[in-house]
């Protein structure tokens, strides 16, 4: 009898146990967001694309193209350190095929709902080797046209396109 009990008990202090879990945690889902959640509720915000300049050696330098944003959270809950994986696909504008991709973890802390999260600069490794930022300035009309299009995984969704955007020929 008194082993049933104790049994009996145990289970108790175990329902009370996960029952404060769920509570603690607002009842976790292992669902993925839907792509239209994920649309509606990561906001790209002070978005600005453009060149810059990666490396200065012997004469030359190495401009590589960016696309630099925050993320506005308008979603109903706080998007948590590093759950927002962005790709970012760079192509010459008109090809079909991507030539480089950029890609980070995001945010760096919690952005709570209705904030913006800190600024993020993402690039690809491939660009322009030239004599001097001037040099590119004056010869922009032999730049290939470029674009990218940002993509988003959250809490282990598939990738949503967000957006496809021009990036500007100019260096900062």
Not at 19 to 28: A, D, S
Not at 32 to 50: A, F, N, Q, R
Not at 61 to 75: D, G, H, M, Q
Not at 90 to 114: C, E, H, L, M, N
Request: positive net charge; glycine residues 8%.
């Amino acid at each position: 009898m008194k082993n049933k009990t104790l049994w009996i008990l145990i289970l108790i202090i175990g329902i009370i146990f996960m029952y404060g879990i769920y509570k603690i945690t607002g009842g976790l889902s292992f669902k993925s967001p839907s792509p239209d959640l994920i649309k509606k509720g990561v906001v790209l915000d002070e978005l600005k694309t453009g060149w810059f300049i990666s490396e200065r050696a012997l004469n030359k330098i190495k401009i590589l193209p960016f696309v630099e944003f925050k993320v506005k959270n308008t979603l109903n809950e706080t998007i948590t350190k590093g759950s927002l994986y962005f790709l970012i696909a760079f192509k010459v504008k008109g090809d079909k095929i991507t030539f480089d991709s950029g890609w980070r973890s995001y945010p760096s802390k919690d952005i709570p709902k209705g904030k913006s999260g800190e600024l993020v600069k993402i690039s690809c490794v491939h660009g322009y080797i030239g004599k001097s930022a001037k040099a590119f300035e004056e010869n922009k009309k032999l730049w290939k046209k470029l674009e990218a299009t940002i993509f988003v995984r959250y809490k282990g969704s598939k990738f949503v396109k967000l957006k496809k955007v021009d990036i500007e020929q100019k260096i900062y």
